[in-house]
């Protein structure tokens, strides 16, 4: 299994923006299809944005679309969240997983098989 460490998250107003990175252990990065989920006090895990190996293919919740951009530098093993127009409703810990493929092929949290540790993320009002 891959090891995965988040940073990035932080309080900030709404409005604003933030961007998470994760970095993941181990030469193969690229084989493995990344995801960001979150998780808010109280509520289930939820998707967020995923992308697949060569950052070719990506895909959003609703909630996310054209405020949020997931991107992945495989030449330092890291993917991306960027956050604009960040909204109170996205208070939650942000969490970066890695699928056992190169590919997404569904956005469960039970399709992806690596977790990093999570990362706050406050918007206040």
């Known amino acids: 299994q891959v090891q995965l460490v988040e940073s990035g998250g932080g309080l900030v107003q709404a409005g604003g923006s933030l961007r998470l990175s994760c970095v993941a252990s181990g030469r193969t990065f690229s084989s493995y299809a990344m995801g960001w989920f979150r998780q808010a006090p109280g509520k289930e895990r939820a998707f967020v944005a995923a992308?697949?190996?060569?950052?070719?293919?990506?895909a959003y919740a609703d909630s996310v679309k054209g405020r949020f951009t997931i991107s992945r530098d495989n030449a330092v093993n890291t993917v991306y969240l960027q956050m604009n127009s960040l909204k109170p409703e996205d208070t939650a810990v942000y969490y970066c997983a890695a699928a056992p493929r190169n590919y997404y092929s569904g956005f469960s949290p039970t399709d992806f098989a690596s977790w990093g540790q999570g990362t706050q993320v406050t918007v206040s009002s």
């Open positions: 992308i697949n190996w060569s950052g070719g293919s990506r």
